[in-house]
């Protein structure tokens, strides 16, 4: 059973940072597609950016530039940088780990990010 934990969340205003972390259960970034979700109040899971066993990365159009996946397979942990946050980007944040890029098997409980202006 994989299991992923999400740190890093909090409150930043407008133009911060935060970076949030995605702790595995196991060696699964040798296996698992990692992606990052958001989901604000009222709006849609989105993809923001996803990094594929290979290492190659996807971001969302509303996050190119701005933020940076990465993984550590030595210490089991995705990571994502976030910068230049603007409100837009207020909402809980999920890791999913996936077999494939267009399926998600596993997910974590969520961090919630809050941008102020």
């Known amino acids: 059973q994989v299991q992923l934990v999400e740190s890093g969340g909090g409150l930043v205003q407008a133009g911060g940072s935060l970076r949030l972390s995605c702790a595995a259960s196991?060696?699964?970034?040798?296996?698992?597609?990692i992606a990052w979700y958001r989901q604000a109040p009222g709006n849609q899971r989105e993809l923001v950016a996803l990094?594929?066993?290979?290492?190659?990365?996807n971001y969302a159009d509303s996050v190119k530039g701005r933020f940076t996946i990465s993984k550590s397979i030595v210490k089991n942990t995705v990571y994502l940088q976030m910068n230049s946050l603007n409100p837009e980007d207020t909402g809980t944040y999920y890791c999913?780990?996936?077999?494939?890029?267009?399926?998600?098997?596993?997910w974590g409980q969520g961090t919630q990010v809050t941008v102020s202006s």
């Open positions: 999913a780990a996936g077999l494939t890029t267009s399926q998600y098997d596993y």
């Open positions: 196991g060696s699964i970034f040798v296996i698992y597609n």
């Open positions: 990094i594929k066993v290979s290492g190659s990365t």
